[in-house]
C-alpha cells in the first residue's frame, strides 16, 4: 500500500491564525457546513463538505457550525457539532462529538449544535465586525440575522450588535488560492490516481465499448487509488460528441477511426485533481487528426511555459490564441491576417472557452483573476489547469469532412513555483507517440 499524504492539524491550525490576522480582534467569523441533500426517500448524495469549513477545520461531518473570535481568551476556535448517539450511530456511522472534535481537530471549545441559539448570541455580541457569507444558505443567513436582531433587541444595557458585515469568502479565497507544501504533496496524489486512471483507459479502449464501459474503468482505478469519486462529472466524447464542452451521457458507442475525449479528474482528501486526453478509440490517429492535435498540444505546451512567476493570469491564453489561429490559418480553416483573426475572435468557433482556471479544493477554485481590473500576476504556489482545444462540429459548414467531428482537448495541472513552475500531471500520455505506445502496450 502506497503512504498517503494529508493535512496535518498544525496546518488547519496555521491557516486559521492566517484568518483571524486578517480580521483584527474585534471580529468574529461564523461559517456553517455543507448539508446533506436528500436524493430521494431514505437516500441521500454522498456527503461533501463545503470546501472553505474544510479549508478552515478539516471537520467532514454534516450539521456543523464553526466560528473564529481572534483574541478570546477561553477559546478561538469553537465548533458546534452533533452529540454522540449510539443508536443514530449504528444506523448512519460514526459522530465525532463535541468532546472528541477538540482533540481530534484541534478546536479550542466545542458544543452541541443542539445549544447554538443559546450560546452564538453572546459570542456575537460585543464584536464590531461580522465575517459571514451572506446568500449562500439561505435558510442559515436567516438565523444569523435573528441573532443579531436579538442582540439588538436584548434587555441587557449596552449590548451592541455588530456595526459591519464583511463576506467571509473574500479573506478565505484569497488563502486557499495559495497551496502549502502538504496541499502540492496532496494535490499530486490526487494527480498521480488521475495519471494511472488515464493510462488505464488508453490501454482498455476499444471499437464497439460504450464510453461508460471505459468510464466504468476510469472509476475503478479511481476507486483502487484511494478517491471516492471524480471531483467533477466524468466526459467521455467519443467522436462529434467531444464538440459538446459539458457532454456526460457518455452512452455512445466508440467506433473505429473516431477520437474520444475524456476530462476526468479524481477527487482525493476534497482536493481536485482535472486532466483531459484525447486519443484514437483504435489506437492509431488518422493524417487529419494528427494535424489538429499538434495544433492544440503545441498551444498547450507553450502556455504552460509562460506559467511562471511575473507572468499574468492571461499570458497562457494569449500564447494559446496565437498558435491555434497559426495552425488553423496554415490549414487553411481560418482565413485573413492573425492579427485580423484575433481582433475579430473568428477562431471561437473552434476554439470558444478560455484556458484555464485555478484548482484545489474545488475544480473551479476560488480566488480572484483580476485584481483592480488588471490581470493577476502568477505567484508562488498557485495552481491553475493550462487546457486549449480545437472543436470542429461536424455540422460546421466550410470545413472540408475530414476534419469534421474531430474534438480535441488537452489539459494539465500546474503549480506555480519559486522559479517557473512544476506540472502536477507530469507522465500522463500526452504526445501522439506516447498515446500511441500506451495504447498498443495493451496485448503485452
Ligand atoms: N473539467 C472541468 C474543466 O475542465 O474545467
Ligand atoms: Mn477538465
Ligand atoms: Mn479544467
Redesign the pocket.
Known sequence: MKSKPGIGLREFSRRREELMSMMGEDGIAILPGANLVARNSDVDYLFRQDSDFHYLTGFDEQEAVFVLIPGREHGEALLFCRERDPEQEQWHGKITGPERAMQLYGMDDAFPISDIDDILPGLIEGKSRLYYAMGHQQEFDARVINWVNSIASSQHKGTQPPGEFVQLGHLVHELRLFKSKQEVEVMKFAAAITGDAHRRIMREAEPGMYEYELEAELNHAFLRGGARSPA?PS?FGSGNNANILHYIENDDVMKSGELVLV?A?AEYQCYAA?V?RTFPVNGKFSKAQKEIYNIVLAAQEAAIEMVKPGNHWNQPHEAVVRIICQGLLDLNLLEGTLDTIIENETYKKFYMHRTG?WLGLD??DVGEYRIDEEWRVFEPGMVT?I?PGIYISQDLAGVPSRYRGIGIRI?DNVLVTKTGHEVLTSGIPKTIEEIEKTMASKAA
Do not use: A
Request: charged share 35%; proline share 0%.
Open positions: 467533477y466526459i476530462d479528474g482535472d483531459t482556471h475544480v473551479h489547469t487546457e489539459e
